[in-house]
């Protein structure tokens, strides 16, 4: 099992850019591919990124694709998700996910999740 902390998160403004960072602890991180999703008020979790173990393959929705980045660092635990060119739409509450696929219905280990605010 892994655990997820999210950190990184914030208010900023359109256009903008943020990273998030997710610090997993538990000897089988780099056996577990990383993912993000978020969910905003009065909507369902939307998957965000998602990456292989190896780093090797990343996949991202068309809301994304093209602004956001994922990416992990094996020797520090670490994995992160580069956010840029902002939109408000794109404000909601941030979760790092783990599982042993490189695919959302197989990241079933959650963080707590991070407030992103993208103010207009």
């Known amino acids: 099992q892994v655990q997820l902390v999210e950190s990184g998160g914030g208010l900023v403004q359109a256009g903008g850019s943020l990273r998030l960072s997710c610090a997993a602890s538990?000897?089988?991180?780099?056996?577990?591919?990383m993912g993000w999703f978020r969910q905003a008020p009065g909507k369902e979790r939307e998957f965000v990124a998602a990456i292989s173990w190896s780093g090797g393959t990343a996949g991202y929705p068309d809301s994304v694709k093209g602004r956001f980045t994922i990416s992990r660092d094996k020797e520090k635990n670490t994995a992160y998700l580069q956010m840029s060119s902002l939109k408000p739409e794109d404000t909601a509450v941030y979760y790092c996910?783990?599982?042993?696929?490189?695919?959302?219905?197989?990241?079933?280990?959650w963080g707590q999740g991070i407030q992103v605010t993208v103010s207009s």
């Open positions: 538990g000897r089988t991180f780099m056996r577990y591919a």
């Open positions: 996910a783990a599982g042993s696929r490189n695919d959302p219905a197989y990241l079933n280990f």
